[in-house]
């Protein structure tokens, strides 16, 4: 058995490097939580593993998996660029919570090479990431179904960083019955907000600096929703016709008042201006020393991720990606769509 204690903690730790060495592991008497990584863990990767450790208790196991995935690298990715840092992702992973750590050599996923039958993303795979990168979500895919079959867990722990890859494995999930519960994590992000990611460390100084832009645009795009929403609420109180402003200056929207299309307006917040705000951020980013390179800015469905269209209500995803220097960052949003865009003026006397 592969099994190889690794520092002091109170709790069983072991690092195994074949799915046949972590069933030999003993196994407590509750779920089986997976967190899958490629290694060059990060805070990202531990706040993953704290949610597991906290779903499934003191009883449970939490396993993490340190695999860099060929499959999921086109001509030209950074496959061998990628870092590997298994010593530290050990210390990491215990640190946080974990009980084990796989990590496989390619020969353990892949016997005998690239597997021949693989899982297909379907239509929603070849959308933004998967244009971007023909195949990548083929071979994420696969990749992930194989490590449910290697470590059998109970349940699984995603990231919503990577939203379209959330989305497809909840899909893949759902459409071929793995009987596997996907638990989405919040994005973890530096203090200016910046999304953390192993690739990060490519950023030199200055291109850090730039970088920040992307999630500056999400920010921009979620507080318009926000505050366009909130003037609608208010302004629905507020009389019809020449009075109209002045009910909104008493509001303590002189601002609104002081514009008289957005007085007669003062609608919901709808999908296009949600992506007029973060686009302006992004071209102000584009004038930057070093640039950052759009790929693409999107505010999509998250059951399909096709762009949305001016009457959606319920939740979306705006995300977006681009190049700083060398290195290509995504980063998202979730955005909830609940005010209608036409509404009845009303105000306490009733409605006008």
Partial sequence: MERQPVGGGTRPFALVHTAEALH?????????ALVMTMGALHEGHASLVRAAREHVGEHGQVVLTVFVNPLQFGAGEDLDRYPRTLD????????AG???VLAPSAEEVY??????????????????????????????????????????????????KDAQQLALVRRMVRDLAFGI???????????????????????????RRSAVALSRALFA?????????????????????????????????????????AVARAVAAG?????????????EAARLSPPVVLDYLALVDPSDFTEITEDFRGEAVLAVAAKVGATRLIDNLPLTFDTPRAHPVQHPGGAV
């Avoid at 239509?123 to 990168?133: D, I, N, S």
């Fill in 24 to 32: 030999a592991l003993e196994r407590p008497a509750g779920r089986r």
């Fill in 88 to 95: 530290s992702d050990v210390v990491l992973a215990q640190e």
């Fill in 98 to 100: 974990a009980d084990a």
């Fill in 111 to 160: 016997p005998g090479g690239a597997p021949q039958v693989r899982i297909g993303a379907g239509p929603m795979g070849e959308r933004l990431e998967g244009a971007t990168r023909p195949g990548h979500f083929d071979g994420m895919l696969t990749v992930v179904g194989k490590m449910f079959h290697l470590t059998r867990p109970d349940l699984a722990f995603f990231g919503q």
């Fill in 181 to 207: 519960d996907i638990v989405a994590v919040p994005t973890a992000r530096e203090p200016d907000g910046l999304a953390r990611s192993s690739r990060n460390r490519y950023l030199s100084p200055a291109e």
């Fill in 221 to 261: 795009g979620r507080d318009r929703l926000a505050a366009q929403n909130a003037l609608h609420h208010r302004a629905a109180w507020a009389p019809a016709g020449p009075g109209r402003a002045l009910a909104l200056d008493a509001l303590g929207e002189s601002r609104a008042a002081a514009d008289a299309h």
């Fill in 271 to 283: 999908p296009e201006e949600v992506r007029s705000a973060a686009r302006q951020v992004l071209e």
